[in-house]
């Protein structure tokens, strides 16, 4: 193989290497804390609540105040109830406690990253929350960036119909792709402030830009060849 060639086939690797382990339901992952960064299925999951707010009903809070942590969360019961949004067993959620056991606790989260540590072409995942009570009017808002810069973005609004239906649960599946991107950050805003909803969160799915799918044709080409 000449010089020109084993550098687009070193390439070819690389790129190989991150279009695998792109998805992740937690499933095969022990319950418990998983602290302030977590990786499952070649997705980090860091920046937990991480930012100032209010919570719906109109009292502050500091970066850090909901907790940090991203938790594994044995959500057995739930993904019985929402099987089109949860995949049994266990679910990601984030903040400062969990119930442990087949119980599920949907924890606080104002703002969560995600990220392959590649560039990416498309994101999709699962998100159960609560809605009506207070947590009606709140926006859940997934942002795709690139090198720091919003590329992207796609959200919904929380039910608040019942204004006395407080924790009742409701699913959503987002997605958002058709463009290269680094990383994705979910988070909740109302009254364009940040706030906090009660969430889970399975099923993330990262897809491999073109580019990278192209070079892996490129291996191929070359490997064959290489056997001539």
């Known amino acids: 193989m000449n010089h020109a060639r084993a550098i687009a086939f070193t390439l070819a690797l690389t790129a190989a290497a991150g279009t695998h382990a792109q998805s992740a339901n937690f499933d095969t992952e022990t319950e418990g804390f998983k602290g302030p960064s977590f990786t499952s299925g070649g997705i980090t999951f860091f920046d937990a609540n991480s930012v100032d707010g209010f919570y719906p009903d109109g009292v502050p809070f500091v970066a850090g105040e909901n907790g940090t ?24 959620t984030f903040g400062s406690a969990f119930i442990p056991g087949d119980n599920v606790s949907l924890g606080a989260l104002s703002n969560v990253s995600m990220t392959t540590g590649a560039v990416v072409n498309g994101v999709s995942l699962d998100i159960l929350f609560y809605e009506n009570g207070p947590w009606g009017g709140i926006e859940v808002i997934l942002d795709a960036l690139s090198g720091g810069d919003v590329v992207g973005s796609t959200s919904f609004i929380v039910a608040g119909s019942d204004p006395n239906g407080r924790d009742n649960p409701a699913g959503m599946h987002m997605d958002l792709g058709g463009f290269d991107f680094d990383s994705v950050r979910l988070y909740a805003r109302l009254n364009g402030q940040y706030t906090t909803i009660r969430a889970l969160v399975d099923n993330v799915s990262f897809v491999p830009a073109p580019g990278a799918l192209a070079l892996l044709g490129l291996a191929g080409l070359v490997s064959r060849r290489r056997r001539r």
């Open 69 to 92: 942590e991203i938790i594994v969360e044995n959500a057995l019961f739930a993904a019985n109830d929402f099987p089109e949004f949860l995949s049994a067993k266990n679910a990601l």
